[in-house]
């Protein structure tokens, strides 16, 4: 584009409206990073929380195991281990939220069906057991959160990036080529009227 082209009333009405819609696509995004920034922060609150509660309960489990070896020998608990059933009724779906991927993970809670026999365990390993397998709907959930927050700092440090190209370069760009528009328009106005001017002082000087 010239300067001709440029210095134009069409042109400068055609910024104008650029810059309007820049405005108002930096205004969207912003409210978008927002409601980013709030549900990220909302997610690692509900995160940390069931995190300090998982830890606890699996350090009780965990300790629960222990005194199990103890006293029913490793070998034997690594035997009862492979006899526990493998749950097969997890499964995950995406949902959206601000176009950002939110995963959720669904499981069908089941009582625990233990296939062995008592006699071979002791109370510790029962409960233990018992115990960890109700862990696992908080286990899950952490998953589903950790996954979630993941897919919200992706889309925030994007959000960002479009942000700051809008405040920092296309908006001042668009702005400064408004003003150096205006700018050449005011000066070929002044020069037309002084043109005039200077024509029409010709002319009375003709006349008289």
């Not at 001709?4 to 042109?11: D, F, H, L, R, V």
């Not at 104008?16 to 995004?29: A, F, M, N, R």
């Not at 995190?51 to 222990?66: A, G, I, R, W």
């Not at 440090?157 to 150096?180: A, D, G, M, T």
């Amino acid at each position: 584009m010239n300067n001709e082209q440029i210095a134009s009333k069409a042109n400068l009405i055609k910024a104008k409206e650029e810059l309007k819609l820049l405005d108002v696509g930096l205004d969207i995004l912003d409210k978008k990073r927002k409601a980013l920034m709030n549900a990220h922060e909302s997610k690692i609150k509900d995160r940390d929380a069931l995190n300090k509660k998982v830890n606890q309960t699996m350090n009780e489990v965990s300790h629960s195991f222990n005194k199990a070896m103890t006293s029913i020998g490793q070998a034997k608990l690594e035997n009862l281990a492979g006899l526990i059933p493998i749950d097969n009724s997890i499964e995950t779906k995406n949902t959206k939220f601000m176009q950002t991927n939110m995963a959720e993970v669904t499981f069908s809670p089941k009582k625990l069906s233990l296939s062995y026999s008592f006699y071979q365990t002791n109370s510790l390993f029962d409960e233990a057991l018992i115990a960890f397998n109700k862990l696992k709907a908080d286990i899950f959930k952490l998953a589903e959160l950790d996954s979630t927050i993941n897919n919200l700092e992706i889309e925030i440090r994007k959000s960002n990036k479009k942000v700051n190209s809008l405040e920092k370069i296309q908006i001042p760009q668009k702005s400064e080529l408004i003003k150096s528009i205006s700018q050449s328009i005011e000066e070929k106005e002044r020069e037309e009227f002084s043109k005039t001017k200077i024509v029409k002082r010709n002319k009375e000087k003709k006349s008289s």
